[in-house]
């Protein structure tokens, strides 16, 4: 190899490795310091681009679960207030049977028919004053629907769920008709205990109504379990994505502190070495001497 001062070919390459190893220990001093491996697009752009879809999708699970988790508090208050007007279905069937009793003058079932028609007004009122998030949850008369969207993506079927409530209203005159087949229709269903002809009918709709009744407490509750289910099933998707987004875009601090510390050693040799190729073209005067 030729002697030559103009170009030093040592000091350029030595200068080279030693700003390739420069940028490879900023980059891990940069990983270490953000916890991320990606920083920038540079660092990974097919990853930045997964994680970002990622990151997308374990937002709207997170926000499905909380979704889910309503639909479910929604239903349960349904299934309150039903329990309560069972209670009261249950009181109104014992006034009956009270009243069917041939020890009862006509007043005396007048007087039992003032808390009968008092308890018919409040199944009404609480059909029609239960609600959830300010919005009515039974009709009264029918049934409301209630779609609940417990999934992140709007183009897959089977993302919402829906709850019909059933009218819990059993006075409702309007509750009437086929597209009714599980809520206690018709003013006069639990009739009058004003006379015990009029128990004996009450009775009788009052074992309808319980059971019809039951009927819609049995949808409800297997609409919680279900949505419960669902929630499981989401909480799982979205720890899974959660785990795939940190492999791509987490930093591993023992490789990372590994590369740290191997920079940092080629940044001190590298500086020595540029220092002595700096010192070469010194021999030429040696030369020139002779």
């Given at each position: 190899m030729a002697v030559v001062i103009n170009t030093n070919n040592s000091s350029t390459t030595a200068s080279r490795i030693l700003s390739e190893n420069r940028r490879d220990l900023e980059q891990s001093m940069e990983r270490l310091a953000s916890g991320k491996r990606i920083n920038s697009a540079s660092d990974d752009a097919a990853g930045m681009a997964v994680a970002a879809k990622m990151g997308a999708d374990i937002s709207s699970l997170t926000q499905a679960i909380r979704n889910t988790n309503d639909a479910i508090s929604l239903v349960n208050t349904y299934d309150g207030a039903a329990a309560e007007i069972e209670n009261i279905l249950i009181r109104m069937r014992e006034l009956a049977v009270q009243s069917k009793t041939g020890t009862y003058e006509d007043a005396d079932r007048i007087n039992a028919n003032y808390e009968y028609e008092a308890l018919k007004a409040e199944v009404q009122r609480i059909n029609s004053v239960t609600a959830f998030n300010r919005g009515v949850i039974a009709s009264t008369g029918g049934a409301n629907s209630h779609s609940m969207f417990v999934g992140s993506d709007v183009a897959k079927t089977g993302n919402s769920i829906t709850f019909s409530a059933h009218t819990l209203d059993l006075n409702a005159s309007g509750a009437t008709g086929s597209d009714v087949p599980t809520s206690i229709t018709s003013s006069s269903a639990l009739k009058s205990i004003a006379t015990a002809d009029t128990a004996s009918t009450a009775i009788a709709a009052i074992d309808t109504a319980i059971g019809k009744l039951n009927g819609n407490r049995?949808?409800?509750?297997?609409?919680?379990?279900?949505?419960?289910?669902?929630?499981?099933?989401?909480?799982?998707?979205?720890?899974?994505?959660?785990?795939?987004?940190?492999?791509?875009?987490?930093?591993?601090?023992?490789?990372?502190?590994?590369?740290l510390a191997r920079g940092m050693v080629l940044q001190q040799a590298g500086t020595a070495m540029l220092a002595q190729a700096n010192q070469a073209p010194q021999y030429v005067l040696l030369l020139l001497r002779a």
């Open positions: 049995a949808q409800a509750g297997a609409l919680i379990n279900r949505l419960e289910h669902t929630v499981a099933n989401l909480m799982n998707v979205n720890q899974r994505l959660q785990e795939a987004v940190s492999g791509i875009v987490d930093a591993d601090y023992a490789a990372e502190s590994a590369n």
